[in-house]
């Protein structure tokens, strides 16, 4: 694996790991990700870089590891020692949809069937220290239909389209995971913010539609279109 900062130019080149075949999720976390947002502005480490989370499977069990450099020149770090999810093992082809991750008060969430993987580092990024379930209500859509994001105020943001008489039908809810401390009955405290029929594009159920990213200051949604009964195919920004 590398990660590279575009605007420096700096390219970090992380040591293998033994384990993870190619079923596997990863998050890319800066230094202020890891902030605690009841805590004083700057960085809890100032020479901290980013850390990278990975998910992935083993014999009997999923497994999560972090990545931390501590210097934005020379990228230099190391892996953290391996956790283990709670609960039952994430199959492999689950894993290899997660897509990317959103991160919200220095957690990774990754959108799953029916409920977000959320896993915690601690300040400094040096290992995993909390694995947790957020569920939703009222939604199955597959992969390329759900994307989480956030918004300006701190809520989680949870998008998914399906089609109904040939046009594409997003609906956005939002959990404000603050106010929650039983995790249990987060299904039932989404807020449905609105749900919008896209009556620009034509379609049928063989067209192929997959979010790919939600920009929180501006609320736009980037997703493509392809296959066949759409009326165009391509790129598309909704807001």
Not at 139 to 153: E, F, I, M
Not at 162 to 171: A, H, M, N, T
Request: aromatic content about 8%.
């Amino acid at each position: 694996l590398a990660v590279c900062n575009p605007m420096t130019g700096n390219v970090a080149l992380l040591p293998p790991l033994a384990g993870p075949g190619h079923d596997y999720a990863c998050a890319l976390l800066a230094a202020d990700d890891l902030l605690d947002e009841h805590g004083p502005p700057g960085p809890r480490r100032p020479g901290l870089f980013f850390s990278l989370v990975l998910v992935y499977n083993r014999r009997g069990f999923t497994a999560l590891r972090c990545y931390t450099t501590s210097s934005s020149s020379d990228g230099d770090g190391s892996w953290g020692p391996e956790a283990r999810k709670p609960g039952a093992k994430i199959k492999g082809h689950t894993l290899r949809h997660l897509g990317q991750a959103v991160v919200l008060a220095g957690v990774a969430y990754w959108p799953m069937y029916l409920g977000a993987l959320g896993v915690r580092l601690d300040g400094a990024g040096a290992g995993v220290v909390d694995v947790c379930m957020v569920p939703y209500w009222g939604t199955n859509a597959p992969p390329g239909n759900r994307l989480l994001g956030t918004v300006p105020d701190g809520r989680l943001s949870f998008i998914s389209v399906g089609v109904l008489k040939d046009i594409f039908s997003f609906e956005v809810d939002t959990l404000d995971l603050r106010s929650i401390d039983d995790m249990s009955t987060a299904a039932g405290r989404w807020e449905r913010h609105k749900l919008i029929d896209l009556h620009q594009l034509k379609v049928s159920r063989t067209t192929h539609i997959k979010l790919r990213w939600l920009c929180e200051k501006s609320g736009t949604l980037f997703f493509t279109v392809v296959g066949e009964g759409a009326s165009t195919s391509g790129a598309f920004a909704l807001n």
